[in-house]
Every structure is written in C-alpha cells, then in structure tokens.
C-alpha cells in the first residue's frame, strides 16, 4: 500500500521510480522490470543527459550541472566493457553539484505565484523551498536516463523530439529538417525560425520575464498492435507520461484538438492496401494510434509547456503566516523551460512505448 500512495512511480512493467530533490546531494531513479540481456554504456545514456543538462546556451537557466549519469546496480560488465543487464532492479544516480540555496532564502515562507508552493504546504505541511525540491524540473534528469534505457529496450524504433512553438512564434512545418535540430539550441527543425527564436528570447530573458512552448515527438518504427482498449491505451500512457513533466499544461495526440474544427471525413485517415498485400493508411490524423492501439504509423505526441514561474518581475502573492506579498524570485531560471523539456518528451514517450511493448509481449506471445 506504501508504494501506491507514493506516486514517485510510473509503468507497469518497465517501472521507473525516482528519488531525490533540486538542492539535495544528489538525485536518481530505480528501474524495474528491464528484460536481461540488454546491452549498453553508460556512455549511451549520457548522450540524451547532455541534450537535456543546464547552462548550454544563453536561452536556458545558467546553473551548472554535468548531471553524470553513474549505474550502480543491476548490470554486469562485459570484458569490452558494456554493461549486461541482469534482470534485476537498475539503480542510477546523477550528483548534484552546483546548488545556490541562498538564492531562495527570501522566500522560504512566501507562496511563489505559477508554482507548486502553496500546494505542497498545504497537502504536506512543509516545502522545500530550495528550488522547489521534488517539484522542480531538476528531477527529470532522472527520467532522462531511464528514458535512454527504455530505447535499448525498443527494437528498431526511433523516439525524436523538436521544438514547434516558443511563445506565438511557431515554424514554419514546411521546413521541416530532422537534422537542423541538432544545429541550434532549441532542437528547433525549421532553420528559419532560429534567429526569430534568439532575437525573441533575447528580449523576454532582458525583461526578467518567461514564455511558454511547445514541443513535438515522434516515435517511428512502433509494429502495429502494441497497446490495449479501454484502461491500457497506448495514448493514454503517454498523455499521462508527458503531463506529468513539470510545467506541463496540455497534451495532444496526432491532430489532437484540431480535430474538433474539421469533418469525419477529413479527419479519417483513409486505408488501401500497398504493394505488399499489407493494409497502408493514406493520412495519420489519430498520431499512430486507434483505439488505444498502435497502428504502425510514427506516433505523433504534442505537449504545451506554460511560461517558467520564476521570474524577476515582482508578482503579487501571499506567505504562510497569511500576509500580502510581493514576489520576486532571485537565482537562474530558464527563459523557456520548454527548451530542455525536448530530452524530457522523448524520454517519457520512450517510457511508455517500452511499457506497452514488454505488456503485449507478454500478453500475445510476440516478439516484435
């Protein structure tokens, strides 16, 4: 009963618990039900850590953490040094290292306007006032590694993430360049954009103030049939995957709510059968999946990331001895947090799609 009134788990199969807060000694997480057999380098998982770690570019917060990705369980070594997954509980801790708990010190006892202060107190009794302690995006860190674990776990499958929407300044879709994401600090894939996004940014950071975003993932090469109706669905895992990253306010699956202002006829995705003798579908307005179930197509996953709270300008609030504040939050905050919840999307989208994978398996008897 302990572990499920604690909610710092997520999965079924491949289960990811995660411990640890912003300004604490270090942070990580437990991975459980990893088939044995899987083979990786931490080195592999530290690829996806770097997309997502602090201090890259002048857009993001400016705090500093190599976020060093260590295994400590779990795996035996090979004699060229990858690492073999046993079967067994996989433990993985990242040390925190450049924490400023001062910078939060004047508002230890005042309500910050946009973050989960108030909610805690109230549900806890006590906060963590030092960076939001488990409230804060530092946490991720940890999904991100898992995340990297989950993609060894998915045969031939592609999970990639961009950057669509900064503010009310979206790309342009038909510049769509997978490769240009790894070519500018946004994970942006319209090259155009990019300048627009810096002078914008720019702007907002010199302002003290934030902006919101939006970011896309697609998970390509999913086999058609992974998923379950009803209270399994595919969709469903990774909506509650995604919106479970902090700052997330909305999720949308494939043409998501553009769907409410079309016909049935434009929005079904049409089928005829391909050279192959295998049914191919002429649209995917449903992102991939039909009734909880993957249909074969890229699965298609949107997320809205609401402007970072912590901000310079002065907002009014109240403290927990019942006084009206004015708040203003010192220390190094993200811009846009949206930025660096491109590594985060993917990760969680890979979570699921791992999860939904070991379940059918297990359930049909298929091995791909």
């Known amino acids: 009963m302990v572990d499920l009134m604690s909610h710092n788990t997520f999965g079924h199969l491949f289960r990811v618990t995660t411990w640890g807060e912003s300004h604490g000694p270090s942070i990580g997480c437990v991975v459980d039900g990893c ?20 201090g890259q ?6 705090r500093r953490e190599d976020d060093l990705v260590r295994v400590l369980s779990g795996v035996m070594p090979d004699s ?7 079967g067994t509980p996989i433990s993985m801790l990242i040390e925190n290292t450049d924490q400023r708990s001062k910078d939060y010190s004047e508002i230890a006892r005042r309500y910050r306007p946009g973050h989960a202060d108030f909610t805690y107190d109230v549900k806890y009794g006590i906060r963590d006032y030092r960076g939001g302690g488990r409230s804060s995006a530092r ?4 999904r991100v590694a898992a995340g990297g674990l989950a993609r060894k776990v998915l045969p031939g499958v592609t999970v990639r993430g961009a950057l669509v929407q900064i503010g009310d300044r979206k790309i342009d879709r038909a510049n769509w360049d997978w490769a240009e994401t790894g070519n500018n600090p946004f994970f942006c894939p319209d090259a155009a954009m990019v300048p627009v996004w810096e002078e914008y940014l720019d702007a907002i950071r010199k302002a003290g103030s ?38 997330v306010k909305g999720v949308e699956i494939g043409n998501g709510f553009g769907a409410a202002s ?15 003798g295998r049914p191919v579908f002429l649209s995917n307005n449903a992102g991939g999946i039909l009734g909880g179930i993957s249909t074969g197509q890229p699965i298609v996953a ?30 190094r905050h993200d811009p846009c947090v949206g930025i660096r919840a491109v590594p985060i ?10 999860d939904h994978y070991l379940r059918d398996r297990g359930q049909t008897g298929r091995l791909d």
């Not at 088939?35 to 602090?54: N, S």
């Not at 060229?80 to 046993?86: F, S």
């Open 35 to 54: 088939p044995p057999g899987i083979r990786f380098t931490e080195a592999e998982l530290q690829l996806w850590l770097d997309k997502r770690k602090p």
């Open 57 to 62: 570019s002048r857009f993001v917060t400016q």
């Open 80 to 86: 060229d040094g990858t690492l073999v997954t046993t």
């Open 139 to 142: 946490e991720t860190a940890t």
């Open 210 to 247: 934030s902006v919101g975003a939006v970011i896309e993932v697609v998970a390509e090469g999913v086999p058609a049939g992974i998923g379950a109706p009803i209270y399994a669905k595919l969709d469903q895992d990774i909506c509650a995957n995604l919106m479970s990253i902090n700052a």
């Open 262 to 276: 079309i016909t049935g006829e434009e929005n079904a995705d049409e089928m005829r059968i391909g050279a192959d």
């Open 302 to 331: 949107r997320f809205a990331v609401k402007p970072t709270s912590s901000i310079l300008n002065e907002r009014r609030s109240v403290d927990a001895d019942g006084n009206e504040v004015d708040v203003r939050t010192k220390g």
């Open 345 to 354: 999307g993917e990760a969680m989208v890979a979570c699921a799609l791992a």
